[in-house]
């Protein structure tokens, strides 16, 4: 791998760890429901997604949440593991879906939907209780929004972007 993808990945992990812990200081709801984020984390995921690779772009949220893990949340809590199976679930969700014809704030969308399927998923192996499935639809209801929000960054950034790298 050349210097240049591994100083740029580098820099995306970076960016991505310090969005998801300032993303930890905005109360949404004031914590009235549990696991809604912006998921600004996730613009940098999109980000290297469309311009590297599947591979580089699960590396990228694995890390996050690890470090994450390891600075904010502790390594190995339950919130890690929600976190950690979001991740997996939305970015492979997301590099399935981006082969297919839909935007970028699309693939966002189904990304934040897949991610708050992948926490409840988890949610019921942790806690040996299927009736958590029923906190789907609040999550969803707020997971399209978020999509959105992130897609829009996402795009306009990635316009950027490309015009910058080359």
């Not at 997996?88 to 934040?112: D, F, H, N």
């Not at 609040?138 to 795009?155: A, D, R």
């Amino acid at each position: 791998m050349e210097i240049k993808k591994i100083t740029r990945l580098s820099m995306f992990l970076c960016l991505s760890v310090v969005l998801n812990i300032i993303e930890s200081f905005i109360p949404l709801f004031d914590g009235s429901i549990p696991g809604i984020k912006l998921g600004l984390a996730n613009v940098i995921v999109l980000i290297v997604l469309y311009l590297y690779s599947f591979k580089d772009a699960m590396y990228i949220s694995i890390l996050r949440v690890l470090l994450v893990g390891i600075l904010r949340t502790g390594i190995f809590s339950v919130s890690f593991f929600f976190s950690f199976g979001g991740a997996v679930l939305s970015v492979l969700i997301m590099w399935l879906v981006k082969k297919t014809r839909l935007s970028i704030i699309g693939v966002s969308i189904i990304g934040a939907i897949s991610h708050s399927i992948g926490q409840i998923l988890i949610a019921i192996i942790l806690i040996k209780n299927f009736y958590i499935v029923y906190y789907i639809p609040w999550l969803l209801l707020f997971s399209v929004p978020t999509g959105i929000l992130t897609g829009i960054i996402s795009k306009y950034s990635l316009n950027y972007l490309e015009n910058r790298l080359q």
